[in-house]
């Protein structure tokens, strides 16, 4: 089985000033000597190796950095076990939910720059959004106490739903709606007008539920700036941050190095996902979406494909306050803002969530691990990324998978890597 990559493993005295994390002048306090340990590192490239020899996965991308240095790579297994062309670092993945931290950034960008306020309404952006009704438990509506916040859909508080929701699922099927994990027509401007006269499954604010309204977000940027939201990510995001390998569209000269999507097979193993549709309750997808189609929707929830060392300088980037090589993507406060948990007990999951991202609030199991504070998000097709601000470390690990099935890795990958803290 074929495994490539490098593994460097150093101690690094961390110093973290919250002028660059938190946006303020003070210092704070030294963090411990912080090293992640060979040992430790090497169980991620093992249970990498344990699934690809198992069929479970046909291979992943890892990769670690503390205080901006790469310490950990790995790519192991194959991008297309059929072909037999081994996986490698600069294999592309689709990165489905893991668009939305990317939009929720852009966002943000244009609220540093006054553009864009939390608290306005949708309306201000998308008219069709005003007076928005909520379905009832009987079938019908009832007016909306109040109409949504840019706030709202940046914490999923929206009453916005997703297309396997059994209230309003049909209805986004029936107008088109994209979500980013299937080939989809027109434009994100018609589209979300359509989803302005569907109905909302509760009142805007009142509950924390997983939805479209990043994808919502990503037409908020399109009128805000005045550009598409590709153009937008290209030329205030993905430039400047040197991310040369993530698009929605993977261009032609690319598609060599898109990764091959595998799903569980019947009895055991794997089989491969071509361009057929697939479905799963009311959701129909497929992994098409890179390369078929017309090409011009753009899911700001969904719709993104990238690299690990890609994604890696992003994430680099919200560790560092904002900031990457010199550029700043976002001032210091507002990722400060954007990490810190928004939502309380409004997701009775029991963990927190921020302006995009999951948050690691104080509960047990994030307490027994050691990341409470830390935030990061995962895709549909098999990917995750977390980042530690008081560690300065940052995570990703990519395959393309769905469902998981008896793979283990997207689940243990953070707690490997915080295993392997000395």
């Known amino acids: 089985m074929r495994t490539c990559g490098s593994l460097w493993v150093c101690r690094w005295v961390l110093v973290v000033s919250l002028a660059g994390v938190w946006g303020c002048d003070q210092q704070a306090p030294v963090q411990p000597d912080v090293s992640l340990s060979a040992e430790g590192l090497g169980r991620i490239t093992q249970l990498m190796e344990e699934e690809v020899e198992q069929s479970k996965l046909a291979g992943a991308v890892a990769m670690v950095a503390v205080g901006g240095q790469v310490v950990y790579e790995q790519a192991v297994g194959h991008r297309d076990r059929e072909a037999a062309?081994?996986?490698?670092?600069?294999?592309?993945?689709?990165?489905?939910?893991?668009?939305?931290?990317?939009?929720?950034?852009?966002?943000?960008?244009?609220?540093?720059?006054?553009?864009?306020?939390?608290?306005?309404?949708?309306?201000?952006?998308?008219?069709?959004?005003?007076?928005?009704?909520?379905?009832?438990?009987?079938?019908?509506?009832?007016?909306?106490?109040?109409?949504?916040?840019?706030?709202?859909?940046?914490?999923?508080?929206?009453?916005?739903?997703?297309?396997?929701?059994?209230?309003?699922?049909?209805?986004y099927n029936e107008a088109g709606i994209g979500h980013g994990v299937g080939p989809a027509e027109g434009l994100l401007g018609e589209k979300m007008a359509k989803m302005g006269a569907i109905p909302l499954l509760f009142m805007p604010g009142?509950?924390?539920?997983?939805?479209?309204?990043?994808?919502?977000?990503?037409?908020?940027?399109?009128?805000?700036?005045?550009?598409?939201?590709?153009?937008?990510?290209?030329?205030?995001?993905f430039k400047p941050l040197g991310m040369t390998d993530t698009f929605f569209f993977v261009p032609q000269d690319k598609l060599d190095r898109l990764a091959v999507a595998y799903a569980p097979a019947e009895g055991g193993g794997l089989k491969r996902l071509g361009n057929e549709a697939l479905t799963e309750g009311l959701l129909v997808y497929g992994a098409a979406h890179p390369y078929e189609g017309e090409r011009r929707y753009y899911s700001g929830g969904g719709g993104l494909c990238s690299t690990a060392g890609d994604y890696l300088r992003f994430a680099q980037m919200l560790a560092n306050g904002g900031t990457l090589d010199g550029k700043r993507i976002l001032k210091g406060e507002t990722v400060a803002m954007m990490t810190t948990d928004q939502v309380g007990e409004r997701w009775q999951g029991g963990e927190g969530f921020?302006?995009?991202?999951?948050?690691?609030?104080?509960?047990?199991a994030a307490a027994e691990m050691g990341c409470v504070g830390s935030y990061g998000w995962g895709g549909f097709w098999y990917t995750t990324f977390f980042v530690d601000p008081a560690r300065n470390i940052v995570g990703v690990c990519m395959g393309q998978l769905h469902p998981a099935g008896p793979s283990k890795l997207n689940g243990e990958f953070k707690r490997l890597v915080y295993q392997a803290v000395e």
């Open 354 to 364: 921020g302006l995009g991202f999951g948050v690691a609030r104080d509960t047990p």
């Open 206 to 237: 009142s509950q924390f539920h997983y939805s479209l309204s990043v994808d919502v977000l990503g037409r908020v940027v399109e009128v805000a700036s005045g550009q598409t939201l590709a153009e937008f990510m290209e030329g205030r995001i």
């Open 85 to 171: 062309v081994d996986m490698s670092a600069d294999t592309i993945f689709r990165i489905a939910s893991m668009t939305k931290p990317v939009t929720s950034v852009a966002v943000m960008i244009l609220y540093d720059e006054g553009k864009i306020a939390l608290d306005d309404p949708l309306s201000k952006y998308i008219p069709e959004f005003a007076n928005p009704k909520v379905l009832t438990a009987t079938g019908g509506t009832v007016a909306a106490e109040r109409e949504i916040t840019i706030r709202d859909l940046l914490t999923h508080t929206s009453g916005l739903g997703y297309h396997w929701d059994a209230g309003v699922g049909p209805m």
